[in-house]
Structure formats: structure tokens, C-alpha cells
């Protein structure tokens, strides 16, 4: 079990990643999708069962005001299929947006990735997911997700490859197991985003829920942040919680953001 007090101080180092990224000029210019390079034993069965790519936001989870096309993916598999550019943080790591598709016949939850960037066939940084939305991805359907590279110094501003590892888990809802609110409201005022999300899974559910905030210029995916709702307790079926997400002059015009939290 993740404890309340090290998601929490996740969510202030998010924030902090989000305004130092907003003032850096320098990114990678290449930004080409990585593969997917295996999975967990607690990952669906991998198959060649063609799986039917469904329109974003088929689940109902996400809102906001972006619409993306997202690309198709590797058949059979979960598997990253675009990358935004990457992001330093000024403190000398950086954030990679990602979109990803769950390609396999079963939904799944609790997705989380792994990633590398290659240089020139030399691994030059490495990390893991720190959030991905929606909290359960049906077949066929695109989530997004971010990697932290704690260090970054050593990727160049062309010739990056990056590579992901997916490990998930079946969408139930069993203790613990990742749990999708339905964002009801998101709006962004100029300065935040500002809204409220809704338990529909039909059982109580506990904190704390994370917002995940997902950036686009028409269809291209540009940054993404983490940040937390107001609640954090447990919640009852039908409760509301809200969140409010200063951007620090961020651009983020074009948006979608994911709220979960976790089954009790």
C-alpha cells in the first residue's frame, strides 16, 4: 500500500515540475514513440487478436475540452504509441508525456511503465511512470501517462529512442486496486484548472485521488502534470470530490484530466 503522506508529498514535487518545466526553453526535438518491451505476469496475456481502437475517452472517465486522435498501437499488447517532447525540470531531471492503447482483449488497471532513453546505443536515462489516466483502460481504449528521469543530463537534443515496459493489472475491484472517479467538471480559467469528479464505481473508495492533467496542441500531446484533490478520506458511492490545479503560466488551452483514487 502506497501511504497517503508519500503520494502527498508526490503531488508538491509535481506541482514544483510543472512550473520549473513552464520556464525551460530546451527539450528533445525528437520525440519518436517508443515500443513496448515486455510485460508482468500480472499483465494480460499478450495475443494476436486484432483489438478494435476506440475513440478517446470511451471509457466516460476524462473531461476537459481535448479531443486527440491517437494512434492504433502494437496488436496484443499495452503499448506506448506517442511521446510529447521532453521536459526538464531545471533541477536536472525531466518529465516525458506519453499516450498509450491497451491492445489485449481484457481491461486492466494499476498501469504503470518503465522507461529508457537511447543515445547513439547507449542507455542515457532511465524511469518509471508516475501517473496514468484513466485508471482502468477497457480494450481497444488510448490512456496517458508520464515518465520522471531523475537525470537527464546526458540525453541530447536529437537521436533519442525511448523504450517502455508496461506491467497492469485486471480492472476489479478488489483492495486497493486502482479506482476511477468520473470527472463531472473541468474548466481552466486562465490561471487553473478547476473541478469536481464523481465515484460511479458503486463502492467506497479512499484516498488520495489523483489528478492527472494532460496538455495538447490539436491531437499532439505537449505536457502533462500530477496534482491532488481536496479530499483525501474515504468516500462513499456517488461522492463528489474537486481539485484545483494552478498551471503556472503553463499553456494547457487544450486539456483532459483523470481522477482515481483506490478501492477500499
Known amino acids: 500500500m502506497i501511504s497517503k503522506q508519500t503520494l502527498a508529498s508526490a503531488a508538491l514535487g509535481g506541482v514544483a515540475l510543472l512550473l520549473l518545466a513552464g520556464c525551460s526553453t530546451s527539450s528533445t526535438s525528437n520525440v519518436a514513440a517508443g515500443t513496448v518491451g515486455g510485460s508482468s505476469t500480472a499483465s494480460p496475456t499478450p495475443t494476436s487478436a486484432t483489438v478494435a481502437a476506440l475513440p478517446f475517452n470511451a471509457g466516460g472517465y476524462l473531461a476537459g475540452n481535448a479531443t486527440p486522435k491517437v494512434a492504433g498501437g502494437d496488436a496484443g499488447k499495452v503499448s506506448v504509441v506517442t511521446t510529447a517532447p521532453l521536459k526538464?525540470?531545471?533541477i536536472g531531471g525531466g518529465t516525458l508525456a506519453f499516450a498509450f492503447r491497451n491492445n489485449t482483449t481484457a481491461s486492466i488497471s494499476h498501469v504503470d511503465f518503465t522507461g529508457t532513453a537511447s543515445a547513439s546505443g547507449k542507455v542515457v536515462a532511465s524511469g518509471s511512470s508516475q501517473d496514468t489516466v484513466p485508471a482502468q483502460v477497457k480494450p481497444g481504449e488510448a490512456g496517458f501517462g508520464y515518465i520522471y528521469f531523475e537525470d537527464v543530463s546526458s540525453v541530447p537534443d536529437s537521436g533519442v529512442q525511448y523504450d517502455f515496459k508496461a506491467s497492469t493489472s485486471p480492472a476489479d475491484t478488489s483492495s486497493y486496486n486502482s479506482a476511477p472517479?468520473?470527472?463531472?467538471?473541468?474548466?481552466?480559467?486562465?490561471k487553473s484548472i478547476i473541478g469536481t469528479a464523481v465515484n460511479k464505481t458503486g463502492k467506497p473508495l479512499t484516498g488520495p485521488y489523483s489528478v492527472g492533467i494532460y496538455c495538447f496542441s490539436g491531437d499532439t500531446l505537449t505536457t502533462s502534470t500530477l496534482d491532488y484533490a481536496t479530499e483525501t478520506g474515504d468516500i462513499?458511492?456517488?461522492?463528489?470530490?474537486?481539485?484545483?490545479?494552478?498551471?503556472?503560466?503553463?499553456p494547457c488551452d487544450t486539456f483532459t484530466v483523470g481522477v482515481s483514487g483506490w478501492f477500499q
Open 236 to 250: 462513499e458511492a456517488d461522492a463528489t470530490v474537486s481539485f484545483s490545479h494552478d498551471l503556472f503560466e503553463t
Open 181 to 190: 472517479l468520473t470527472v463531472t467538471q473541468a474548466d481552466n480559467n486562465g
Open 88 to 90: 526538464p525540470d531545471g
